[in-house]
């Protein structure tokens, strides 16, 4: 059961939020939900609330998810992990090391709205995810026939994996 009147009284109405206070916000409504009380068994992709300036949403995973990268079209993002494990990948070019970053139940991590990223979710991932603005389009990106490609989506479908970028860009270190 999720008490979404408890959320809105932490969410500010008035202003866009930056990454930092989407990571504290996330955290702050994390500790409102109850873990016992969860509908386990189905993947799940719960709205939690969606305003002029934020949106959140409370997503459990019953497989590994890839969501590929991609944008935000300029949204920001604060993630909290409740349970079990996901990857934060920034997209980095120039042959360098690949930047992932891995959190575990209990934290955090924000990302800017102009970036592109990519995030793993381990089967059993507990996440909250909240955005600002509001997310008004998602870009993903792969490469097509050598050429980096984005391609515009619906704020509320999941991105696909880049498997072509992703090889483009190497092996994990
Ligand atoms: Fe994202």
Redesign the pocket.
């Known amino acids: 059961m999720l008490d979404r009147e408890r959320f809105a009284a932490l969410v500010p109405t008035d202003r866009d939020l930056a990454p930092d206070e989407c990571a504290a916000l996330a955290r702050s409504v994390a500790e409102l939900v109850d873990l016992s009380a969860l509908e386990r068994g189905a993947e799940s992709f719960q709205l939690l609330w969606r305003n002029e300036h934020s949106e959140a949403w409370l997503n459990q995973q019953l497989e590994n998810r890839d ?1 590929g990268f ?3 079209s300029g949204s920001c ?1 604060g993630v909290h992990v409740l349970e079990g494990v996901a990857r934060n990948e920034v997209l980095v070019i120039g042959g360098g090391a690949r930047r992932i970053s891995e959190y575990g139940a209990g934290e955090s991590f924000s ?1 800017h709205g102009s970036g592109i ?3 793993e979710h381990d089967n059993g991932a507990v996440t909250i ?1 909240v955005y600002s603005p509001a997310i008004s389009a ?1 870009g993903h990106y792969d490469v097509v026939d050598g050429a980096l490609r984005r391609t515009p989506a619906p704020p509320n479908e999941g ?1 696909p994996p880049s498997p072509g970028l992703t090889a483009a860009l190497g092996a994990e270190s």
Request: glycine share 0%.
């Open positions: 969501t991609h944008d935000h993002v990302f990223h990519r995030m995810h998602i991105s």
